[in-house]
């Protein structure tokens, strides 16, 4: 169970009209989207792939994963690139907004609200609801499974990715 002092530094991001936040200490960089490469047979939630500086980082798409309809990503989205449940992942969000460095009162345990959820916590404020995300649980069971074969074939793969001495 997390504690506020676990997450004293929060990014805010927008899907769609509801905003969620994730720990700072989780995140590696927030880039401009890009053009993601659709994977076949891939889970719902994961977009495709990117090519981060020679690295093949899977995509999540956010709106799926909060029970929203995809949509087709948008030249002004951002990735967020974090390690959740020990893998790297992109985050496709609509809009990064803020880093929130101190909830102090304002912050409920998910555990006091409803065991289970995949959020740490939420945040209160005079404009409305704030979920936390715990990334160490973000991940489902067919993701890891499907994310771990993705690392294995490109770790297997010799030939380099095609345009990454560009990134």
């Not at 967020?80 to 009162?105: C, P, Q």
């Amino acid at each position: 169970m997390l504690k506020l002092e676990d997450i004293n530094q929060l990014v805010v991001f927008w899907i769609n009209r509801q905003r969620f936040a994730i720990r700072l200490s989780d995140i590696r960089q927030i880039i401009r989207a890009v053009e993601i490469t659709p994977i076949p047979n891939a889970p719902e939630k994961i977009c495709g792939i990117i090519n981060l500086h020679g690295t093949v980082v899977p995509v999540m798409n956010m709106h799926f994963r909060v029970g929203l309809r995809g949509r087709i990503t948008d030249i002004n989205d951002r990735f967020i690139i974090v390690n959740a449940s020990g893998r790297v992942v992109a985050l496709r969000v609509d809009k990064v907004a803020e880093v929130i460095y101190d909830a102090g009162d304002h912050f409920v345990n998910a555990e006091e609200i409803c065991s289970g959820l995949d959020i740490s916590g939420i945040i209160s404020s005079d404009d409305g609801l704030i979920l936390i995300y715990n990334l160490e649980t973000f991940l489902t069971t067919e993701e890891i499974i499907f994310l771990d074969k993705i690392s294995e074939d490109n770790h297997s793969n010799e030939v380099g990715i095609a345009g990454s001495e560009n990134n």
